[in-house]
């Protein structure tokens, strides 16, 4: 399937779709003092040990410290048991103050720091530097048996034993000549020198190396046989792209091309009407069934429902049909929305157990051309699907969207009738803690609208019960669930 990418950039903000075959598959965005962290390494401090967690905290100069666990530290003893190790990573290698070069792992999320690692990889076009490190692997991605032995005895020939690093082959190194693989070696090497020269001056905290910008990221990563062209709807940002592709992949120079219609980028294939849909709660399916996603702290679910579609055999095959097109649709829209971490998946109830192995399949299939790494578990006793996909950074709709004002992120707010009976039970409150003749209710038109109409006749019996006279003001600001009573 034919891929494009497009990047649409401005003084404040820079995003790259790609699309397949038409479709909109994964949007990613950076704007202007809130780009990610992710491949960032920096010059840490140690603020905080915790034994118990066999973790640490430090200090990289973000606003939440960062948290670096035990089994993201490089092994200096691998003739110790796990544990052994564990505790000498922790207690023995890193001390309260102390200075520590660790790598972003994944960006702060919500109210969670960055996590990190000291076990350092600096990627590039087709591999992956690993500093102190003998690994030489090749990317599971790369499935022919005589392509991957030709490719880690290209690494092992050409690498520095003095130099003592290691490399994991990318799956973008498939068919590419040892000369490529050569030149990309002398560039990490480079890259590495200087961030052990900026590290040995560097004040603590502070960042020694950067990964580069978001749409450089994109040529590096995706650009492979498939991609047919990217566009670039900036001048600068399209010369800069130029000059990475010429240096990098001067090959595919001619498919670096700018876009200069009047209509913008991001309308081309609908995809500002895509990342819109996408911050929705449901999906709807062609067959008349659609999807629900909710999306919490601890894990994301999403619910298969039929719909509107009756299907024109029998229900089993209905069901089967409308899991089929789910299991495509929910692929689509877990990189699309980028969600990771745990996720569950409520397939709708199927008998025939074929069926459930054709669905289990369709979706693995369709999570194939995810960038992310994903493992997906067996239908459990319920029915459901669990499965993980990774992540890195924070899922498209909290990247563009903030917690609701008014119902604090909960999804619903109180209905009038109960803002109501909570007014009544202020007024009784305060007309027995107070000494006051009058009592001035303030509360948003539609609550005050419904007390006056519907509950005219519990006001009548408040004035009495408490021998005061009660009136009532509409605040076109409150909010549905906001009022005041006032004494008088």
Same mark, same amino acid.
């Given at each position: =399937? ?70 993201? =530290?490089?092994?200096?003893?691998? *003739? ?12 023995? =290698? ?192 062609? &067959? ?86 994903? &493992? ?53 409150? *305060? ?5 006051? &003749? ?51």
């Amino acid at each position: =399937m034919s891929e494009e990418i497009l990047i649409n950039t401005t003084p404040a903000e820079a995003r790259v779709a790609l699309v397949e075959g038409g479709m909109l598959q994964e949007v990613w965005l950076e704007r202007a003092g809130q780009s990610g962290y992710t491949g960032s390494i920096f010059k840490g401090q140690v603020s905080r040990i915790l034994p118990g967690l066999q973790a640490a905290f430090i200090d990289i100069g973000l606003d939440r410290t960062a948290f670096l666990h035990a089994s993201d =530290m490089t092994r200096q003893e691998p *003739s110790l048991d796990e544990s052994d190790a564990t505790q000498q990573l922790i207690s023995g =290698m890193l001390r309260p103050g102390g200075e520590v070069i660790v790598q972003v792992i994944k960006d702060p999320i919500g109210t969670k720091g960055a996590r990190l690692t000291t076990n350092i990889s600096i990627p590039s076009r087709f591999l992956v530097l690993l500093p102190d490190h003998e690994t030489v692997g090749v990317s599971v991605r790369i499935e022919d048996t005589q392509e991957r032995e030709r490719l880690k005895n290209c690494v092992t020939t050409l690498r520095d034993d003095s130099a003592g690093h290691g490399y994991i082959v990318r799956t973008n190194a498939e068919g590419v000549s040892q000369f490529a693989l050569a030149a990309d070696m002398a560039y990490l090497s480079k890259v590495w020198q200087s961030i052990k020269d900026r590290a040995a001056g560097a004040e603590t905290p502070s960042c020694v190396y950067e990964d580069l910008s978001l749409p450089l990221r994109t040529l590096r990563d995706l650009m492979h046989d498939r991609v047919d062209r990217v566009l670039i709807d900036s001048t600068p940002m399209l010369k800069a792209a130029q000059q990475f592709v010429q240096s990098f992949i001067p090959d595919w120079c001619d498919r670096i091309e700018a876009y200069t219609a009047e209509r913008p980028i991001f309308d081309l294939f609908g995809i500002e009407d895509d990342i819109e849909a996408a911050l929705h709660r449901s999906v709807t399916l062609k &067959s008349g069934g659609y999807l629900v996603f909710d999306q919490t702290e601890a894990l994301t679910t999403i619910d298969v429902n039929t719909g509107g579609y009756v299907g024109n055999r029998n229900l089993e095959e209905t069901i089967y049909k409308t899991n089929l097109e789910a299991s495509q649709a929910l692929a689509r829209q877990l990189r699309l929305r980028n969600l990771g971490g745990i996720i569950i998946i409520d397939f709708i109830d199927m008998k025939n157990e074929e069926h459930r192995r054709q669905v289990l399949r369709s979706l693995q299939r369709a999570l194939e051309r995810d960038h992310a790494k994903t &493992s997906v578990s067996d239908f459990s006793a319920l029915g459901l699907v669990e499965m993980t996909r990774k992540r890195t950074t924070e899922s498209l709709e909290h990247r563009l969207c903030v917690t609701c004002p008014v119902c604090s992120g909960r999804g619903s707010i109180k209905s009038a009738d109960t803002v109501c009976q909570e007014i009544f039970r202020e007024i009784m409150r *305060s007309g027995r803690q107070f000494e006051a &003749s009058k009592l001035m209710v303030l509360a948003t038109p539609a609550v005050v609208a419904r007390i006056m109409d519907e509950q005219s006749i519990n006001v009548a019996e408040m004035e009495e019960l408490t021998g005061k006279s009660i009136r009532f003001q509409a605040e076109e600001h409150y909010s549905q669930e906001q009022f005041d009573v006032v004494l008088l």
